[in-house]
């Protein structure tokens, strides 16, 4: 045997590596055939209407006088970090510190404000993120954001295309996810685009039926917001559906979504209870500090009173972001009723109907209507279907300009002639 001979032999296992980085390739080409259309609609759409924002925003001004907490900073883009965005890099930079600390008396209000009412897992990513790339908390912060709501996306076409079996369809409804409501937040220091993220992807899991995926993405949200307790009622009642229907075997997944969905928020409110000495703690937190609790609908209707009848007597009236909040409430009967139309599975009418009866009933700033909406994904669903019959280049102009519109209704409207 020569020399030859043995060094091919000694480079012949060099091989198997070559074939899998070949593998890895395909399946990223894959990925890109399939996502690569909706997450490039996504995007653009989302690119103008932010720009749009901070051209309000720098031609008002504003940004300048206000502090940088409450919607100020040296630039357009600081807005972006400000209002949840501080308390985020608050937590992210020194953990959380729960006590109650008196600020001054808001109207009939004597607010009590406190870092844990921001859920762990947003502001642990950015800490992460920070670490490991040596960005600055607010860069962190935007980072996670524009890479969830990417994410979310893909989500939003992959659950569309499965329940509606269209691809163009899915593909529009990303687009449409990208000038719903309060949109501009899905690229801030806030962790809706998470949220959603997690939860889009949890809904899919669902309708694929693979309870394990589930489980654990419900549990992740539930670290992430509140609201997570409406898409643990969907699981749960998906799993509960899918175990009623099973006649032998499979029942080991749907048990599995059943007992994880909950532990993550659960294992929150608990650690607040623990922490605050108080089992109810974190409903006492949400009322004292943030006024903000479960009223059976009648701030949401004194604030409808006062918009319709011009009379801004109501809880922390901001006149301009709710008249935004009363056109978003006054679309939603219609695209429920054609959501339900469409009889889509049980994981998304409980997550749905679930959402919004939480933001009707509960007590909070009426303008912030349109952000607890926008991680409402399957209300893009019916739109989605109704743009199919536009042609392609139509379909795109008519995104485009609700994308620039956006940078007002979305952006401008909230974080500077409102509360995000």
Partial sequence: MSVDDVTVTEELPEAPPRGRRNAAVTRLRAAWLRFGPALGLYGVVKLVGLAVFL???????????????????????????????WWYQDVAAHGYHPALTPMAPLGPFTMEQNSVAFFPLYPGAIRLVSEVT????????MLVSIVSAFVAAAGVYALTEA???????????????????ASSVQWSV?????????????????????????????????????????????VVVAALVALYR?????????????ASAPLGLLGYMTWVGLELHDFNGYFTLQQQAWAHSFDWGQNAFKSVQGLLLGRYDYLFPYPTEDLVGLAV????????????????????????????????????????????????????????????????????????????????????AIFNLGVP
């Avoid at 040596?134 to 912060?141: R, V």
């Avoid at 694929?208 to 898409?231: E, F, H, I, M, Q």
């Avoid at 469409?342 to 009426?366: C, D, E, K, N, W």
């Fill in 246 to 258: 099973a006649r032998s075997g499979g029942f080991a997944g749907p048990l599995f979504a059943v």
């Fill in 163 to 181: 329940v509606t079996r269209s691809r163009r369809a899915g593909v529009l409804a990303a687009g449409l996810w990208a000038v719903f409501p």
């Fill in 55 to 85: 051209r309000l925003l720098a031609y008002s001004g504003t940004y300048r006088t206000n502090t940088p907490r409450y919607g100020g900073g040296a630039k357009p883009w600081d807005v972006l970090g400000s209002w949840d965005g």
């Fill in 190 to 234: 806030y962790s809706e685009a998470l949220f959603t993220a997690l939860a889009v992807w949890a809904c899919y899991a669902v309708v694929r039926r693979r309870w394990y995926l589930a489980g654990v993405l419900t549990l992740l949200t539930g670290l992430t917001r509140p609201s997570a307790a409406t898409l643990i009622a969907g």
């Fill in 134 to 141: 040596g960005l600055g908390l607010y860069g962190a912060g």
């Fill in 329 to 412: 409430l006054m679309c939603l009967p219609v695209l429920v009723l054609l959501l339900l139309r469409l009889r889509p599975p049980a994981v998304l009418v409980v997550y749905t109907l679930g959402t919004l009866a939480l933001i009707l009933l509960s007590q909070q700033m009426f303008g912030t209507i349109s952000r607890f909406v926008m991680p409402v994904f399957p209300l893009a669903i019916p739109p989605a279907l109704a743009l199919e019959r536009l042609s392609r280049a139509q379909a795109v102009v008519l995104l485009l300009i609700l994308g620039a519109l956006s940078g007002w209704y979305g952006g401008y």
